[in-house]
């Protein structure tokens, strides 16, 4: 099993930068896992943010590329979403997401293990 836990998300103003990370663990968990961001505001699917390969290779959202950068420092096991330029509509839960393997699926069926998400809401 893999258990992974967001944390970092809070109240963010416009133009403001935030840092997510997610903390993996459990036995089965490696750096050969594909690790992703995805996110759902109020009432919508769930989107896909961005994606890296254990060899850090990357893929991002149209919405995000420019503002957001993923990383991930094997040797922690941890992820991280960088994101800056925040705009109102960058308010979701953000969840991370992996799975075995090297596809950088932007779909969440893509993924076999979650995170229970991290609220990230943009102050008026």
């Known amino acids: 099993q893999v258990q992974l836990v967001e944390s970092g998300g809070g109240l963010v103003q416009a133009g403001g930068s935030l840092r997510l990370s997610c903390a993996a663990s459990?036995?089965?968990?490696?750096?050969?896992?594909?690790v992703a961001w995805f996110r759902q505001a109020p009432g919508k699917e769930r989107d896909f943010v961005a994606a890296?390969?254990?060899?850090?290779?990357?893929n991002y959202a149209d919405s995000v590329k420019g503002r957001f950068t993923i990383s991930r420092d094997n040797a922690k096991n941890t992820i991280y979403l960088q994101m800056g330029g925040l705009k109102p509509e960058d308010t979701a839960v953000y969840y991370c997401?992996?799975?075995?393997?090297?596809?950088?699926?932007?779909?969440?069926?893509?993924?076999?293990?979650w995170g229970q998400g991290t609220q990230v809401t943009f102050a008026s």
């Open positions: 890296i390969r254990s060899g850090g290779s990357t």
């Open positions: 997401a992996a799975n075995r393997g090297v596809v950088l699926s932007t779909i969440p069926d893509g993924y076999e293990y």
């Open positions: 459990g036995r089965s968990f490696s750096g050969y896992f594909t």
